[in-house]
């Protein structure tokens, strides 16, 4: 089965503009979600979505959106960026099922590195 | 909510010596506890984890953690690391399967030879 794949891998952007990232799950898992990883605030929890449907939310200001598609690929999009916005984004997936109550695990794909100049 | 304290950033250590890395957690309920390694330009990787049952879990590597209620920790061990072994280490809780990851800030491991 092929892993996570997360696109671009790479983007530069100017304050101001906006990003797409885009985040294809493994084949068969319905649940993605993202993190924000920064040298100074670490991995964070951005959201999770489960059947185009966003479940949780971590506490990222309004810019920060996202969306999951019927064939679960998600994307995750950032408007005016900032400075702090320069991070690397990283998208899990798992075959995580509406509300059981069983572990699956959750697999990361490699991330995308943003910076914002 | 949880939380995750990893106490050391940087960990140092030469090649074929042992090595533990320390995680302390805060939670109101029970958790699951996860150690995940990061190497460059990568993504995370799932060492291993505890769900529950017996306390001492074996991941992949060579690592082994074990859980300890009382301290609420989950200490990372090898009893012998390798120069692959360097890269950064993150301990993480969730509260239930459906809920998200909370991590530590992480702890760098350096290998030496």
């Known amino acids: 089965k092929a892993g996570v794949t997360q696109t671009p891998r790479y983007l530069i952007k100017t304050r101001g503009q906006q990003v797409t990232l885009s985040c294809s799950p493994i084949?068969?898992?319905?649940?993605v979600s993202w993190y924000q990883q920064t040298p100074g605030q670490g991995l964070q929890f951005l959201f999770e979505?489960?059947?185009?449907?966003?479940?949780n939310k971590g506490n990222f200001p309004g810019r920060f959106s996202g969306r999951q598609f019927s064939n679960s690929r998600s994307e995750m999009n950032v408007s005016t960026l900032e400075l702090g916005d320069s991070a690397l984004y990283l998208c899990?997936?798992?075959?995580?099922?509406?509300?059981?109550?069983?572990?699956?695990?959750?697999?990361f794909g490699p991330g995308t590195r943003l910076t914002v100049l | 909510a949880q939380s995750v304290t990893q106490l050391d950033s940087q960990v140092p250590v030469f090649e074929e010596a042992p090595v533990e890395l320390r995680c302390n957690y805060s939670s109101s309920v029970s958790v699951y506890l996860f150690w995940y390694v990061q190497y460059p330009n990568q993504g995370l990787q799932l060492l291993l984890k505890y769900l529950s049952g017996s306390t001492l879990v074996k991941g992949i590597n060579g690592f082994e953690a074990e859980f300890n209620k009382s301290q609420t920790s989950f200490h990372l061990r090898k009893p012998s690391v390798h120069i692959s072994d360097t890269a950064e280490y993150f301990c993480?809780?969730?509260?239930?399967?459906?809920?998200?990851?909370?991590f530590g800030t992480g702890t760098r491991l350096a290998v030496r030879p």
């Open positions: 084949s068969g898992h319905r649940s």
């Open positions: 993480a809780v969730k509260k239930s399967s459906g809920d998200k990851l909370t």
């Open positions: 979505y489960f059947s185009e449907t966003q479940r």
């Open positions: 899990a997936s798992s075959s995580l099922g509406r509300r059981d109550r069983v572990y699956h695990e959750q697999f």
